[in-house]
């Protein structure tokens, strides 16, 4: 009898933890996230899609009650690391900080390991204008003596960018054929390599993201004479925006996401949405964004408008403003990424 009462005491504790966790079952709920998430992203450390990254998990933390571990692996203009954000276990806790070259760009220059449908975009996080900018004793500082003097030396000068087909090297000479300006592009592996080639003196002209050359433009090591945007940035007043040079039809917009790979349960891809979306609204999120002249978005990516030679609907009435985008658009630089079934 007494074997028999406690058989039928562990019994019912047995059904009680079952019963406990039924519901859970029944209604297809899950605890996520139950340990570290890693967030790979392709640059090498310092660059802009590094920094806002690192932000963002910092600020998301607490949200998810979880640790968000950063990884940079930078390689191929940022393929390798979407490789391997498209190769990883699609369980919510391997996902991808990324910006919009390796996605949109870059595959059409450089054979790459993933497709479109290899991904499972999560949130867009910022949109803001590349940046050109020289040392201080270069002889121009505006944006129209800074393209005056490019074109007095056609082919001799360098500037940085973030690879092949990238985004700066694309958008750069989207900007200089107009101009009739020849310079002579050298590729990194992102915004953070170029600055340290920049301010070694390897290259005559950063071209990036703002982030990480603001500090240097404030120290007085820098100065920035021309943004890819046709709105101009109080946070560098002294760059021209493309409206001053009368080239608003070539400006491109830089934009910066969160991905996971194929096959992400669309229960997981909603608990991260809905936690990074949060993360952009926190104020030190929000103080960067208005500190380097970047769009805080935090909004879904939204479906590629293939009539509309690429680009994205207008956001207008959604919680955040500002649009997706990358080159393929007169308008805005256009096609962002696409929302594909979990």
């Keep these: 009898m007494v074997g028999a009462n ?35 992203v392709p640059t090498p450390p310092g660059g802009g899609t590094d920094i806002a990254t690192r ?11 979880q640790k968000l571990v950063v990884v940079n692996k930078p390689g191929g203009g940022g393929t390798v690391g979407v490789s391997a954000i498209t190769q990883a276990k699609p369980d919510g806790y391997t996902l991808g900080g990324i910006w919009n070259a390796p996605m949109t760009m870059t595959p059409h220059s450089l054979q790459v390991q993933y497709t479109l449908d290899d991904y499972v975009p999560i949130v867009q996080i910022t949109a803001a204008p590349i940046v050109f900018c020289t040392k201080p004793d270069f002889p121009a500082n505006n944006g129209k003596e800074f393209i005056e003097a490019l074109r007095k030396n056609p082919g001799k000068l360098t ?26 592009p050298v590729p990194f592996g992102g915004a953070g390599e170029t600055l340290k080639a920049f301010l070694g003196g390897h290259v005559d002209i950063y071209g990036g993201s703002i982030p990480p050359i603001l500090p240097h433009v404030k120290a007085g090591k820098a100065k920035c004479l021309l943004l890819t945007s046709r709105e101009r ?33 669309a229960e997981r891809v909603a608990i ?19 500190t ?15 009539e509309n030679n690429g680009s994205l609907p207008d956001h207008r009435g959604s919680h955040c403003a500002c649009r997706a985008a990358s080159l393929g658009s007169a308008d805005d630089g256009g096609a962002g990424l696409r929302r594909h079934p979990a």
């Design 159 to 184: 500037y940085g960018n973030d690879g092949v087909g990238g985004t700066v090297q694309l958008s750069g000479e989207r900007i200089f054929r107009t101009q009739g300006v020849q310079l002579r």
């Design 292 to 306: 380097s002249s970047h769009q805080r978005c935090g909004m879904l990516f939204q479906e590629r408008n293939h």
């Design 6 to 40: 406690r058989l039928s005491r562990a019994g019912r504790v047995m059904l009680g933890v079952l019963a406990a966790f039924l519901p859970l079952v029944v209604h297809g709920a899950e605890l996520f996230p139950t340990k570290p998430i890693e967030i790979i």
């Design 233 to 265: 940035s109080d946070a560098l007043p002294q760059a021209a925006s493309l409206s001053d040079l009368g080239a608003s039809q070539a400006a491109t917009v830089l934009w910066r996401g969160i991905i996971g790979p194929k096959g992400l349960p």
């Design 272 to 290: 991260l949405e809905k936690a990074f979306r949060q993360g952009t609204q926190a104020p030190k999120f929000q103080e960067f964004a208005a």
């Design 55 to 65: 932000l963002l998990a910092d600020v998301t933390e607490p949200i998810l009650g």
